[in-house]
């Protein structure tokens, strides 16, 4: 981490037994989905006409079953003319149901992956704007998680649960009505019978909820693992931690495994539920129509009793597609809670209104009473000064938790200050666009870091119109020439297809990269503890080159590596214990004389 600081995962959101689905984390979700409100209300006129015609249908079967009825006591038969009529329209009904129903879930479809794909773009807009704190308390697997896992569960939920939803709400107050146009006595039967589905199935949602959100946190816990896991799976097998590292990751998919089929164990039961509820209705309609017959009602005809099974199996339909939909809401609104709680996360200041810019500089760098701290209770640097002149070589040391790299991280405002202010050719950093001040600066961090792309690609990282003359030169210049004429592609030859590559030739690589962007600033993070002794001295070699003329911050554990420094800053909780140049430290026998020979102490 660039910070210098451990990344720790995020609070437990497990909740406390009472969760809810988050209606405030759906409205959140449905409001971003306005920009396309037009095809929304299209999806919906859709659905209201899909759902008109499924209504309709039994209304017309009851006339159907009432002529058949009618034509098996008369001695004149059926009335083709009527029978025909009424089962062309039925034909037309449902076949405009169907290209209703059809279009309507292509206009959803369209919406939900449109959505997923915007949610994933903000997302990643987002992860550019948020400061580096926000990595500092939160896992990169848990970040990963949201941008996957999260925005998964949202789109298929979108997708497939809105639609059904909206469809199944239209039906079932459709039926409600025609069923008490039908009739009202057996339209209360259904709905009465019904109402105990609805309650059982408002219990089983109170109980799920909160097994729904842990399943996500589970999820976001168990990649942040597995991405740390496998990052250092070479320090795992050199500690013999396999057993530990099982037994943790077993931990975390116990949890993972429980708050999973807890949920979708509670969340199952609603479908066979409903349907229970379903086949329920079918027998209560037929015993009231049945005893209402018997009583000599006339306003009761096996036609009726024909349409209201189907009424009832329509009204029971909604009501598990409801229950179902309901369950996937559940998943939704905890997915969508994580992912705009990240949305919601305080970015790094608006910078627009910044006009000042700063070009070809000569690299006069001044900290005044600096002061920093990662937390209120954690300050790192405590009225830091110091200034410096173009073109000198500053070398920053001090032992581990001093605040060597934090310096170097508030001069490229990875990190705002708390008090103080940075000066570059007289012109406070805070005053520029973050992107012109880095573009100011070329950076070799400790760790090196290649992409997946050929080694052309990684050597021209974001700079255009560099010729294969300059990377020869850069190459010949780091030592990089050797392996790359050994490659069979050479500058294109890709990273990813089985070539390996030594943590000295990433950072050679990472350090040529830096010669090419040849930005007017340079600051050297242990550039060379990769590497060995003999391509050191090499790389060395370079890097005076490199930093001739330039401004150059570099951060050294070796302090042999910084011998000809014009300046060595000596760090200590955060304050400068010492400075001057590396014989002066050492004839003052002070705290810097005590750091270098402590590095040979045993030497010989």
């Not at 981490?1 to 988050?22: F, L, S, Y």
């Not at 249908?57 to 002529?67: F, H, V």
């Not at 100011?440 to 090196?448: E, G, H, K, P, V």
């Not at 000295?504 to 040529?512: F, H, L, S, V, Y």
């Amino acid at each position: 981490m660039i910070g210098g600081r451990p990344a720790h995962p995020q609070g437990n959101n497990q909740g406390n037994g009472k969760e809810k689905i988050d209606l405030k984390a759906l409205k959140k979700l449905f409001a971003y989905c306005k920009s396309y409100l037009p095809a929304i209300i299209t999806s919906l006129l859709l659905a209201v006409v899909g759902a008109v015609t499924t209504i309709i249908g039994p209304d017309r079967i009851k006339e159907l079953m009432d002529l058949i009825v009618s034509a098996l006591g008369s001695p004149l038969g059926i009335n083709m003319t009527k029978f025909l009529k009424i089962v062309i329209i039925l034909i037309c009904l449902y076949g405009a149901g169907v290209i209703a129903n059809y279009l309507q879930n292509y206009v959803s479809a369209t919406i939900t992956h449109k959505t997923a794909k915007k949610l994933r773009t903000d997302i990643n807009q987002k992860i550019n704007k948020l400061p580096l704190k926000y990595f500092d308390t939160t896992t990169r697997g848990n970040v990963l998680s949201r941008v996957t896992n999260d925005v998964d569960t949202v789109s298929q939920t979108l997708s497939s649960t809105v639609s059904n939803l909206i469809n199944a709400i239209i039906t079932f107050l459709g039926v409600i009505v025609m069923m008490f146009v039908t009739n009202w006595i057996l339209a209360l039967t259904t709905i009465a019978t019904s109402l105990i589905g609805f309650a059982l199935t408002f219990v089983i949602l109170s109980k799920s909820q909160k097994y729904f959100n842990r399943r996500q946190h589970n999820l976001g816990e168990m990649n942040g693992y597995i991405e740390e896991t496998f990052t250092n799976h070479s320090v795992i097998k050199a500690y013999n931690a396999e057993d530990n590292t099982k037994e943790q990751f077993d931990k975390i998919n116990k949890k993972l495994y429980e708050n999973n089929w807890k949920s979708q164990s509670l969340s199952g039961l609603m479908p066979s539920l409903m349907s229970f509820v379903g086949n329920l209705s079918y027998v209560m309609v037929f015993i009231v129509g049945v005893a209402l017959i018997l009583n000599g009602s006339t306003i009761i005809t096996f036609g009726t009793i024909s349409s209201f099974i189907i009424y009832a199996n329509l009204f029971s339909q909604p009501l598990s597609t409801m229950a179902q939909s309901l369950g996937s809401l559940q998943q939704a609104s905890a997915a969508s809670k994580r992912i705009f709680e990240m949305l919601d996360e305080t970015e790094m200041s608006d910078e627009s209104g910044k006009t000042k810019k700063l070009t070809k500089v000569k690299g006069n760098v001044e900290f005044k009473n600096v002061r920093f701290g990662y937390d209120k209770d954690n300050v790192i640097i405590k009225d830091f000064s110091a200034k410096f002149n173009s073109g000198q070589k500053i070398a920053i040391v001090g032992p581990t938790g001093a605040g060597k790299t934090t310096i170097v991280n508030l001069l490229m405002r990875f990190y705002e200050l708390d008090a103080g202010e940075i000066l570059i050719d007289g012109v406070s950093i805070s005053d520029i666009k973050r992107e012109n001040l880095r573009d100011l600066f070329d950076m070799i961090l400790q760790d090196s870091w290649l992409f997946d792309g050929t080694i052309r690609e990684n050597l021209v990282y974001n700079k255009q119109g560099v010729t294969d003359k300059q990377l020869d030169k850069v190459c010949k210049v780091v030592g990089l020439t050797h392996f790359v004429q050994t490659l069979k592609d050479g500058y294109d030859t890709q990273i990813d297809s089985g070539v390996s590559l030594s943590e000295g030739q990433k950072q050679q690589i990472t350090i040529a990269r830096a010669m090419i962007k040849n930005s007017s600033l340079l600051i050297l993070d242990e550039a060379t503890s990769s590497v060995d002794t003999r391509t050191e001295l090499k790389i060395q070699k370079a890097m005076d080159k490199l930093t001739e003329g330039r401004t150059s911050f570099v951060i050294a554990h070796r302090l042999s590596t910084i011998k000809n420094a014009d300046v060595i800053l000596v760090i200590n909780d955060g304050n400068i214990v010492e400075s001057g140049k590396h014989t002066e430290l050492l004839k003052k026998g002070g705290y810097y004389a005590e750091l270098y020979n402590s590095q040979f102490a045993n030497i010989g």
